[in-house]
């Protein structure tokens, strides 16, 4: 079966630090794979999608970048980090099924950024 | 591009009782995919129940079921006997194109109280 690792679970970074959060799927190939952020009592906001490795596809203009050195990891990197990158960040992976039925994303389960 | 609205930002009902979660949307397309997804205090999320907008028939899903109206743009979902583990953020969610991008309405946090 497909599973979809996000770590790490909570991470507290001061301004300016970099950041990377990573994301890996198991038990599926070649996965669409996407990066959202979800700010205090809102909804999710895609910031990037990959369909390949190398290929990243931004959604938002940002102080975050994504990289897809693997098939199956995903990973979301920044060089300095800023006060407004704090929030709840998800990565899920698109499943079509067996199907060909679409069945909607998997997601991870989440990191939670503070930025201080 | 389209847009998912949810104009209940808080709900509550009763253990047992029936509550019914609004959502609209925008687009010009005519086949999609809509979703209910749950985010319970552990901020997980789980999907509820999907519906493909070709097929009329409304998706049900054990306690919870939609009433998809293409029409209207419409996709609301209804939880009967409701449970303290519905206690949740429900956001729906709307998803066309290859890239299977999905745009998520702002959420309604639902409390189900004993």
């Known amino acids: 079966s497909q599973t979809i690792h996000q770590w790490p679970a909570t991470l507290v970074q001061p301004v300016g630090s970099p950041l990377s959060l990573e994301c890996t799927v198991e038990g599926t190939s070649n996965p669409n794979l996407y990066w959202y952020r979800q700010a205090a009592g809102r909804g999710l906001q895609l910031l990037f999608y990959?369909?390949?490795?190398?290929?990243i596809s931004s959604e938002v203009p940002q102080n975050l970048s994504a990289s897809r050195p693997q098939d199956r990891q995903f990973i979301l990197s920044s060089k300095k980090l800023l006060l407004s990158d704090s929030g709840f960040y998800l990565c899920a992976w698109s499943d079509w099924g067996t199907t060909k039925s679409y069945y909607g994303y998997t997601f991870g389960s989440g990191t939670r950024l503070t930025v201080v | 591009a389209q847009t998912v609205t949810q104009s209940q930002p808080e709900m509550s009902v009763q253990e047992a009782e029936t509550v019914t979660l609004s959502c609209t949307y925008d687009?010009?397309?005519?086949?999609?995919?809509l979703f209910w997804y749950k985010q319970p205090p552990s901020r997980q999320m789980i999907l509820v129940i999907r519906q493909e907008a070709y097929k009329q028939q409304n998706a049900t899903e054990n306690r919870f079921s939609v009433n998809f109206q293409k029409a209207a743009k419409s996709f609301s979902l209804k939880i009967s006997d409701s449970q303290l583990g519905d206690t949740a953020m429900y956001f729906c969610?709307?998803?066309?194109?290859?890239?299977?991008?999905?745009?998520f309405g702002t959420g309604t946090k639902l409390q189900v109280i004993p």
């Open positions: 990959s369909v390949g490795i190398g290929q």
């Open positions: 687009t010009s397309e005519n086949n999609y995919y």
């Open positions: 969610a709307f998803m066309k194109g290859s890239y299977q991008k999905v745009t």
